[in-house]
C-alpha cells in the first residue's frame, strides 16, 4: 500500500489524539505482562482496504505485538470474514485498537464505494476517477483506496497536470487566454485540460487546441452534442455531481472519463470490529 512520511506523521496524530496521556481503563485492569490476542473481523460485505495500517499503527505503539493478515487489500469479502489477528500485550492491543479501525473502516469504505462504480462502467470502456475532493493529510491513502476499488486516480496534487478550471479562466480573461498562456509557459510534456461549462466554451477549446475539455454540470443531452462538436479532437471528461444513480445517462460514447467526487467526499465507512479471543 501507499506509505510515505505523510501518512506516517497522521498515523502518529490519530493515536496521540486518541490516547491522550494514557489509557487509564485499561491501566487500571491490566498490568504489563497481562496478554490477549485480538482478531479483525468484518461486519458486513465490503472491498478490504488499508490492511498494512494495522501493523503500522500497533508497531508504534508496540513493535513486539504480533500482527498477522488474513487477507489482501482489494479483495472483495463477506461478512464475518477474519482478515488479522493481533497478539501481545493486552494494554498494547487496546491502546491501538480505535485508531487501527478507524484507518481501515474509511478506507475500505471508499474502497466498497468504489467498486460498485467501477462494475457500473466496466463494459463501456469509460475510467470512472476521482478528484481532490478528500480528507485533508489522507489524500495518499484515500486515493489508493480509490485504486483497490478499481477506479483511477485524477491528480495527486496540483503539480501533476495542467487543469485550467473556471478560476483561472476568469482570472484570467478568457479561456483561449488562459489555455495560450499555459500552453506557452508550462512543460512541453503537459497535456492540457480545460474546463467548459457552456457549448460556447467547448468551441472555445477546440479553437484553443486543448488536449483534454471537461465538460462540467451539463445534461447528458448537451454531453451528446458536444462530443459531436468535440468529433474526436479532445480527450472528454464528465463532471459535476455526477451520482450513482445518475451514471448510467452519462455512459455516452466518446466520454473517456467521468469524475466523481462522491468516491471520497461523502463516503461511508464500513463496519469491522477488533475481538478479544481467548489467547
Not at 463501456?124 to 489508493?144: C, F, H, N, Q, V
Not at 477506479?151 to 482570472?171: F, G, M, P
Not at 485540460?193 to 467547448?202: D, F, G, I, M, R
Amino acid at each position: 500500500m501507499f506509505y510515505n512520511q505523510t501518512t506516517s506523521n497522521l498515523i502518529d496524530l490519530a493515536l496521540s489524539e486518541d490516547i491522550g496521556l494514557g489509557d487509564i481503563t485499561s491501566a487500571s485492569i491490566f498490568d504489563a505482562e497481562h496478554k490477549s490476542r485480538g482478531v479483525v473481523l468484518a461486519k458486513e460485505d465490503m472491498v478490504l482496504c488499508g490492511l498494512d495500517l494495522i501493523k503500522l499503527v500497533f508497531s508504534k505503539i508496540d513493535p513486539s505485538l504480533k500482527v498477522k493478515l488474513t487477507s489482501k487489500d482489494g479483495t472483495k469479502i463477506k461478512k464475518g470474514t477474519r482478515v488479522a489477528s493481533i497478539t501481545g500485550s493486552t494494554l498494547s492491543l487496546l491502546a491501538g485498537e480505535r485508531t487501527a479501525l478507524n484507518f481501515i473502516q474509511r478506507l475500505s469504505g471508499i474502497a466498497t464505494q468504489s467498486s460498485k462504480y467501477a462494475e457500473l462502467v466496466k463494459e463501456s470502456g469509460i475510467k470512472i476517477i476521482d478528484t481532490r475532493k478528500t480528507m485533508p493529510g489522507w489524500r495518499y491513502l484515500e486515493k489508493y483506496a480509490v485504486k483497490c476499488g478499481g477506479c483511477y486516480n485524477h491528480r495527486l496534487t496540483l503539480s501533476e497536470q495542467v487543469l485550467i478550471k473556471d478560476n483561472h479562466i476568469a482570472a484570467a480573461g478568457s479561456l483561449e487566454k488562459a489555455v495560450k498562456l499555459a500552453r506557452l509557459n508550462a512543460s512541453h510534456l503537459s497535456k492540457i485540460e480545460v474546463e467548459a461549462k457552456t457549448l460556447s466554451e467547448v468551441k472555445q477549446a477546440i479553437k484553443a487546441k486543448a488536449d483534454i475539455v471537461l465538460l462540467d454540470n451539463m445534461s447528458p443531452d448537451l454531453v451528446k452534442t458536444c462530443i459531436a462538436l468535440i468529433d474526436g479532437k479532445m480527450l472528454v471528461e464528465v463532471s459535476g455531481g455526477v451520482t450513482y444513480t445518475t451514471l448510467n445517462s452519462y455512459l455516452i460514447k466518446g466520454v473517456d472519463f467521468i469524475s466523481v467526487g462522491a468516491l471520497t467526499h461523502s463516503v461511508r465507512s464500513v463496519d469491522l470490529s477488533l475481538d478479544i479471543i481467548d489467547y
